[in-house]
């Protein structure tokens, strides 16, 4: 394990119109207002677009994201860490649990997921925090490093 550490900054209350894009939007409204590190706590509807759902196949390189479409309105709560990408443009990572009709969906949203009529966001800015989402070469993925790490 490595870490951190970082202060509260300001706390953002946003709420997402219907069709608004994420984790797209809530990027964008971080860089407009100068947001680096952060977590977002998301709770409302989603309508379409597509989740990842895992890995196909564990411990097998490059990995193969299983895409799960979201088909119909789903009730929606999400928690996600907004870090700085190689360029320094805000990049979130989001995970959610999607449910309709009693049956739930869990997996990262990606471009392309919209809003159903509303969502409400909570970002809390983490001031201090020296940390980086980084290319991984083994993984594929962009990984959050911490940059001025403590093991």
């Avoid at 951190?4 to 939007?25: A, H, M, N, Q, T």
């Avoid at 509807?45 to 979201?70: F, H, Q, Y």
């Avoid at 409400?120 to 993984?139: H, M, T, W």
């Amino acid at each position: 394990m490595k870490y951190s550490e970082g202060k509260i900054g300001r706390v953002f209350v946003i709420r997402l119109e219907d069709d608004d894009e994420l984790p797209g939007c809530i990027e964008k409204f971080a860089q407009e207002h100068k947001i680096s590190v952060g977590q977002a706590i998301l709770v409302g509807g989603i309508g379409s677009g597509e989740i990842v759902s895992g890995p196909r196949r564990n411990k097998e390189l490059p990995i193969d994201p299983m895409l799960v479409p979201v088909d119909g309105v789903h009730e929606v709560v999400g928690v996600g860490v907004l870090a700085p990408d190689k360029d320094g443009k805000p990049s979130l990572h989001i995970h959610a649990a999607l449910g309709r009709a009693g049956k739930t969906t869990t997996g990262c949203l990606r471009m392309g997921v919209k809003t159903w009529l509303v969502g409400e966001v909570i970002l809390y800015e983490i001031l201090g925090a020296d940390v980086a989402r980084l290319p991984d070469k083994g993984s594929g993925f962009e990984l959050l490093i911490p940059r001025n790490a403590r093991p």
